[in-house]
Nanobody
Framework: QVQLVESGGGLVQPGGSLRLSCAASGFTFSTYVMNWYRQAPGKERELVAAITSAGGSTKYADSVKGRFTISRDNVKNTVYLQMNSLKPEDTAMYYC???????????WGQGTQVTVSS
């Protein structure tokens, strides 16, 4: 059974930090590109950060460059999103996504809420 379980969300003040984790099981994690998406109320889901299967390449949305860092541990089958200098506009539900374009398989987690507010 495929599972992506996010954790680490919560309420944080502007300028603060959070580290999201996504624990994967039920598929060959090391062969999948891993992504973090977010969706704020009334807005479309957007790609925040992505990391290739071996972790050698990453990309970020312009809005989070220099503040967020995506990483992965292919031994622990976990992907992380370190979020620093958080802003109120970072408030959203954050989702973990796994995709393997060769096979067409794609999986989603249930999301973890991040709220940035004073």
């Amino acid at each position: 059974q495929v599972q992506l379980v996010e954790s680490g969300g919560g309420l944080v003040q502007p300028g603060g930090s959070l580290r999201l984790s996504c624990a994967a099981s039920g598929f060959t994690f090391s062969t999948y590109v891993m992504n973090w998406y977010r969706q704020a109320p009334g807005k479309e889901r957007e790609l925040v950060a992505a990391i290739t299967s071996a972790g050698g390449s990453t990309k970020y949305a312009d809005s989070v460059k220099g503040r967020f860092t995506i990483s992965r541990d292919n031994v622990k089958n976990t992907v992380y999103l370190q979020m620093n200098s958080l802003k109120p506009e970072d408030t959203a539900m954050y989702y973990c996504n796994a995709i393997r374009r060769v096979s067409g398989y794609e999986y989603w987690g249930q999301g973890t809420q991040v709220t940035v507010s004073s």
